[in-house]
């Protein structure tokens, strides 16, 4: 009987199980996780924080999930060492848990990046249930808040921090809004939409320092300017949890390199999700850790699967605006577009030799999942209606 012990209970770890349970109806599968909670959305912990939903909506899977597929479930677990040679991870208690087959799926955490004053009180990342929490506890008794970073994750707490009625300040160093998502003309009309709904914006300004004592005091710009504050969110991206797989001896660039079964460089042991680097890229979205995840664990159980990459699509409400973009979004304009403007919606289409390569679509996005089909499966747009 195969043992196979997945790192990680999201949604590359989630997937891959349920996919080795197909694949090997026998073999023993446990999961741990360093986590209280099992399973849950990322993507809602903002709604969390703005009281629009309670902690338990939050879980995606319930107890009968695990048990009807015979999967263990440890919540709680930190694993801090591995001895590959043995086969076997040890815990933080010093637990010795054995694998076949071992699968990481430790995903990523907040960056915090090298800022003065970033250690002080009332400075957080939100990557957590249990770092909602603290900020939920911490914003009774704050007012003024500012934003270090105006990514999707950013601009959805500040916004949950302002259904709260807080005062939001958004710090991005780009010049622009969402720079992965949107090109100039969509974040200049995203921007407006967003300060109708009372945000602030300093854009293409860097940050210096957080200043006060032990508790903050405000937000000091590469300008000289200083922004009041009570409260600071940093939201400068994330970056992948490898130290397991410095442990395991793994072949690491960005992430763990996997080849297209997500097998690493070791041969019994796999990489999904927010760790794994394939064919030299990270994606960092859950479509892809979800493919990732489902092909880990047709490979580990036996199963002929592969995975060949993921389009880089997202799809979802900034601050109650829909916004979706997928491929490439083309904000230094090399290539031919199609553009349609409306009072409240902003679309381009992006082509490159009769084929469509990217899209953007804000205020309005009927018709995404179509075109990023069209985008992945390279189809010619002759004939194909772009509105």
């Known amino acids: 009987m195969q043992r196979y012990l997945i790192i990680g209970n999201g949604v590359a770890g989630t997937t891959a199980a349920e996919a080795i349970r197909k694949a090997d109806a026998s073999g023993q599968i446990t999961m741990v996780t360093d986590e209280e909670m099992p ?180 937000v000091t710009l590469a300008n000289g300017e200083t922004l009041a504050a009570d409260m600071v969110i940093l939201s400068a991206g994330v970056r992948p949890n490898l130290g397991l797989a410095a442990k395991l001896g793994l072949d690491c660039d960005k992430g763990i390199k996997v080849d297209a079964a997500m097998r690493t460089s070791h041969p019994a042991v796999y990489a999904a999700g927010d760790v794994a680097e394939f064919e030299g890229r990270m994606y960092g979205i859950w479509p892809a850790a979800l493919e990732q995840g489902r092909a880990a664990g047709t490979s580990m159980g036996g199963g002929q699967s592969g995975y060949h990459g993921t389009t880089m699509a997202n799809s979802l409400k900034v601050v109650g605006i829909a916004l979706a973009s997928a491929g490439e979004i083309d904000a230094e304009q090399r290539f031919a577009s199609q553009v349609r403007e409306t009072a409240t919606v902003y679309k381009k289409y992006i082509i490159d030799n009769d084929r469509l390569i990217g899209c953007i679509m804000l205020g309005d996005t009927s018709g995404f999942a179509a075109m990023t089909r069209v985008i992945a499966e390279r189809t010619s747009v002759a004939g194909l209606t772009l509105s």
């Open 39 to 218: 399973f849950y959305y990322r993507i809602q912990l903002n709604e969390y924080l703005s009281g629009d939903i309670q902690e338990d909506a939050l879980i995606a899977k319930k107890p009968d999930w695990y048990s009807e597929r015979r999967i263990i479930l440890r919540t709680g677990v930190t694993v801090t060492d591995a001895l590959p040679a043995q086969g076997l991870v040890v815990t933080a208690s010093g637990e010795r848990i054995p694998y076949d087959r071992l699968l990481l799926a430790t995903g990523s955490s907040s960056f915090v990046p090298p800022l003065a004053g970033a250690d002080k009180e009332g400075v957080f990342t939100l990557r957590s249930v249990a770092d909602a929490r603290r900020i939920m506890a911490f914003a009774k008794k704050a007012a003024r808040v500012v934003l270090i970073g105006g990514g999707l994750l950013g601009l959805e707490t500040g916004n949950a921090l302002r259904k709260l009625g807080k005062e939001v300040m958004v710090v991005e160093f780009f010049p622009r809004l969402l720079p992965r998502q949107l090109d100039g003309p969509g974040a200049v009309r995203l921007q407006g939409l967003l300060e109708e709904r009372g945000f602030t914006f300093r854009l293409g300004a860097s940050t210096t320092a957080i200043t006060g004592d032990v508790k903050i005091a405000g």
